[in-house]
């Protein structure tokens, strides 16, 4: 019986090391998330000051697809490693009352700009390029869109394939640079 308290003891030690925490929102939080005005054309220019991709990230509380991406999938090292190295994210509230500035300047809570943007499920990720056009909203300047939970590889993929600005490349899509990396993990190829 001491065996498997220590055990369990051990195993909730390793389980609260990986999993974020939930804040007073009743959201998940990350070291990697940015804690900002949500004035979007700002959070651009400051990613871009520091060489990043700006990332938002639709969440709410209760949600079980986003507390499995925060347990199982963002504190994987390697994809913790992108997003910490690659990414400037924001994090917003599906039902939330904070107000955000899209680029095109409408101020919105985030409730209604979640509903001016369309977005349905959490997660949802947005992906934003270094430059917006004038007028755009964030998801018709978005060169890429994640919406709901997905695994480590594709999250991984995902991550890598915008930071690399694989959506310039019109002859590998995302759906094939995916299956090229699937390929390449599986064959040993792939650090």
């Known amino acids: 019986m001491a065996r498997f308290l220590a055990f369990l003891a051990g195993a909730l030690v390793a389980f609260g090391a990986h999993a974020s925490e939930l804040g ?12 900002t005005f949500k004035d979007l054309s700002e959070d651009l220019a400051e990613a871009n000051e520091e060489g990043k991709r700006l990332m938002l990230i639709f969440e709410q509380r209760g949600c ?31 039902h939330g009352s904070t107000e955000v ?58 991550l890598t394939w915008v930071a690399q600005e694989g959506y310039l490349n019109s002859k590998e899509d995302f759906q094939r640079y995916h299956a090229r990396m699937i390929q390449e993990r599986n064959n040993g190829s792939f650090d």
């Open 24 to 35: 007073d929102d009743g959201l998940h939080k990350a070291d990697w998330m940015r804690d």
């Open 64 to 94: 079980i697809y986003c507390t499995k991406m925060h347990q199982d999938v963002f504190p994987d090292p390697a994809v913790t490693a992108v997003l910490e190295d690659k990414y400037f994210v924001v994090q917003l509230n599906l």
């Open 101 to 158: 500035t899209d680029f095109d300047g409408e101020t919105l809570e985030e409730r209604h700009m979640a509903r001016k943007w369309g977005i349905l499920f959490t997660p949802t990720l947005l992906f934003l390029p270094q430059e917006v056009a004038k007028g755009q909203t964030a998801p018709q300047a978005a060169v890429a869109q994640m919406p709901g939970a997905f695994g480590k590889g594709t999250t991984l993929d995902m």
